[in-house]
């Protein structure tokens, strides 16, 4: 089981930049491919994008493509999130998880996330 700290989140306008990281502990990180999901309120939680275990292959949700880039350091034990042109729909709790099948299915439990607001 890999055990999973979501950090980085809070206030920013539309058009701002903000870098979320995911801590792991237990398991070897590097094992697994990684992935970053969020949660709007009122919605369902739903796939952003996702970074393969071993080349470093990455795919993402349309509705983010060409703003944000996930990147990983196997040596820190930490995935990223990196979001650039936020905009106020992108407002929601965010949330890393170990992919079980590529591109975007989960395998285990989920962190307390970080919220992430985006003010027009």
């Known amino acids: 089981q890999v055990q999973l700290v979501e950090s980085g989140g809070g206030l920013v306008q539309a058009g701002g930049s903000l870098r979320l990281s995911c801590a792991a502990s237990?398991?070897?990180?590097?094992?697994?491919?990684m992935g970053w999901f969020r949660q709007a309120p009122g919605k369902e939680r739903e796939f952003v994008g996702s970074?393969?275990?071993?080349?470093?292959?990455?795919y993402y949700a349309d509705s983010v493509k060409g703003r944000f880039a996930i990147s990983r350091d196997n040596a820190k034990n930490t995935l990223y999130l990196h979001m650039n042109n936020l905009k106020p729909a992108d407002t929601a709790v965010y949330y890393c998880?170990?992919?079980?099948?590529?591109?975007?299915?989960?395998?285990?439990?989920w962190g307390q996330g970080t919220q992430v607001i985006v003010s027009s």
């Open positions: 998880n170990v992919i079980n099948k590529w591109p975007s299915a989960t395998a285990g439990s």
């Open positions: 237990g398991r070897t990180f590097s094992w697994y491919p």
């Open positions: 970074i393969s275990d071993w080349n470093g292959e990455t």
